[in-house]
């Protein structure tokens, strides 16, 4: 089974086998693997997306985004308490795992300031509104993955 439930959240046990891991001790090192990890299920909802776009079948690609959420949400969860990080050490963690979306978020502003239009009569409004989506979601994404590891409650085995 990929995720069990304990008390009152759901683990994803291959996160929480990390721990006999040292390099998971170090928050630097477990920010780094939250990074992976975000980009891996941002690309991956990205290219299944993308996939679907050659597909008729009409709002499967709002169940795909539902299903990323929530996937995205439980692997946060797990690795916030997978660990026993200090208060200190999750703020690291947080901030350079969840620095991927704030990545993407400058991305899509930068696209928005240095977009072109690629022929004459090409609508540059949806363009700059598909882009200003893009930073909604990842800035969402950035809030919540931050939120997630800096507030899970049952992860704070040792005090700062």
Known sequence: MMAGKKGNRYQMKW???????????NPWLAGLFLFGINLFLFGMTGLILIGLSYLMIPYFHLVIMMLAVIVS???WKSLASAGSWKKGERVKI????????LCM??????????YVPQFPGDD????????LVGILVTAVAFLTCLSIILFTKDSFSREA
């Open 15 to 25: 996160i929480h086998s990390l721990k006999k891991y040292s390099w998971f001790a």
């Open 73 to 75: 949400i439980l692997v």
């Open 94 to 101: 947080a901030v350079t795992g969840s620095s991927f979306y």
């Open 105 to 114: 978020a400058v991305f899509f502003y930068y696209q928005i300031v240095s």
């Open 124 to 131: 540059t409004f949806m363009a700059t509104l598909g882009f």
